[in-house]
C-alpha cells in the first residue's frame, strides 16, 4: 500500500512524514521542492504472535510506503501538473493534511488558522486539477467526433463525461458512479480525486485532550456523503514520539493523553478507507503479511503471493488466527477439524492463515 501527503504549505506535512516514517526518507525533488520517499511496517501483534510460534528464518510485514509531495499551492502554471507528478502515479490514497495548531512562529498560507476552510480549499483545488486533466481529454476526443471519427473507446468518453460533470458539480471523480469498465479507462490518468482521500487535522497538543471526533466534524461536514475518513493528531509531537525509545514514547504518550500512536492509527484507517485486509502465510522458513482488497477471492489472494499461485490455484488450506492461537498447534487445530479446505469461491477473511495448494 502506498499513500501519499498533501496540503498547502506548513501544513505540516514533513512533519506527519517523518512521524510516521521515523523520518526513514530518501529523496528527490520537484518543482524545487522536496519529495520524500519512506516506507514502514506495518504493526500487527497477531503476527508478532505468529512469529514467536514459528521462529521462521524470515519475518516479513506488510509494508506501506508513504510519498510526501510539494506543497499544493495557488496555481502559477497550467493545472493538472499535480496529477502528472510522477512520485504520485501509483499511490493507492492521499493523506491530506490540514493546519489546525496556532504558532507565531509558523506562517499560515491564507494568513488565519481555520482547518474546515483549508480542506475546503485543498479539494476544490485538487478537483480543478483532475478537471483541467478530463477536460483536456474530452476535448481532444470531441474534436475528433466533430470530424466524423467515432470515439475509439466509447466506456473513455461515457466516463470521462461522467467525471467531468461530477467534479463541476464538486464531489470527486470516485463518486462518479462510473462501471468497472469505465473505471478502468480512465484509470491511467491516474486522477487526484479518483482514490481514496484520509483527513489528517494537524492540532496542538492541548486538542489532544478534547474528544477527536469534536476536532474532525467541522472538517467533514464539508464534504458530501459518505463523509470521508478524518483524524486529528499532532504531527509535530507525533514526530518526536518517533524519535524516543519505547518506554519514554510510553511516558510521553501518558502525559498528552494519547492512547494510539499516530502511525497504528493512520495505518488502521488507511486500511479502511482502501477496504483491504490481511491475511498470514506461515512456516519454518517464513512468517509473512499480505494484504488484498476485502472481499478478495482465494486465487486473488494467492495471486498476491505470486501469479503462478493464482494461475495453478487448486485450493486453500485456511485457519482462522484466533483458532489456532486458541489450539497452540497446526496439528492440534487440524485434529479439531479447524483446518479448513476452501475452493474458488472463498472470501479471504482478516487474520486467515492460508496454504495455498497449487500446480502449474
Ligand atoms: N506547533 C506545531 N507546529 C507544527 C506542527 N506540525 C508542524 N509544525 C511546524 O510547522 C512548520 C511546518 O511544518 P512542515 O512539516 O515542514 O510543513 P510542510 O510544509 O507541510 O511539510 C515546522 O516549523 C513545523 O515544526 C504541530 O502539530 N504543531
Ligand atoms: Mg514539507
Known sequence: MKLGILGPPQSGKTALFTALTRGAAESGSARGERVHLGSVSVPDARLERLRDLYQPKKYTPAKVDYVDAPAVEKPRGERGGLAALSALRDVDAFVLVVRAFEDPAVPHFLESVDAPRDASWLAGELLLEDLAVVERRLERIEKAVKVGKKPEDPNEYEALKKVTACLESEKPAL??????????????????????????????????????????????????????????????????????????????????????????????????????????????????????????????????????????????????????????????????????????????????????????
Do not use: C
Open 175 to 360: 463518486q462518479a458512479g462510473l462501471t468497472a469498465a469505465q473505471e478502468r479507462s480512465i484509470r491511467g490518468f491516474q486522477l487526484l480525486s479518483g482514490r481514496p482521500w484520509i483527513w489528517v487535522v494537524n492540532v496542538d497538543d492541548a486538542a489532544l485532550k478534547t474528544a477527536e471526533e469534536a476536532t474532525v466534524a467541522p472538517v467533514r461536514k464539508r464534504f458530501p456523503e459518505p463523509a470521508p475518513s478524518a483524524i486529528a493528531l499532532s504531527a509535530k509531537t507525533e514526530a518526536e514520539l518517533a524519535a524516543l525509545s519505547e518506554e519514554d514514547a510510553r511516558e510521553f504518550m501518558g502525559v498528552l493523553g494519547i492512547t494510539e500512536p499516530g502511525l497504528t492509527r493512520m495505518i488502521r484507517v488507511s486500511y479502511d478507507a482502501l477496504g483491504l485486509l490481511s491475511f498470514f502465510t506461515v512456516g519454518p522458513d517464513e512468517v509473512r503479511a499480505w494484504t488484498v482488497r476485502r472481499g478478495a477471492s482465494a486465487p486473488e489472494a494467492a495471486g498476491a503471493i505470486h501469479s503462478d499461485l493464482e494461475r495453478g490455484f487448486i485450493r486453500a488450506e485456511v485457519i482462522a488466527y484466533d483458532d489456532l492461537i486458541r489450539e497452540g498447534t497446526m496439528a492440534k487445530a487440524r485434529e479439531r477439524g479447524l483446518l479448513r479446505t476452501e475452493g474458488r469461491d472463498y472470501k479471504v477473511q482478516d487474520g486467515d492463515i492460508v496454504n495455498i495448494r497449487f500446480s502449474v
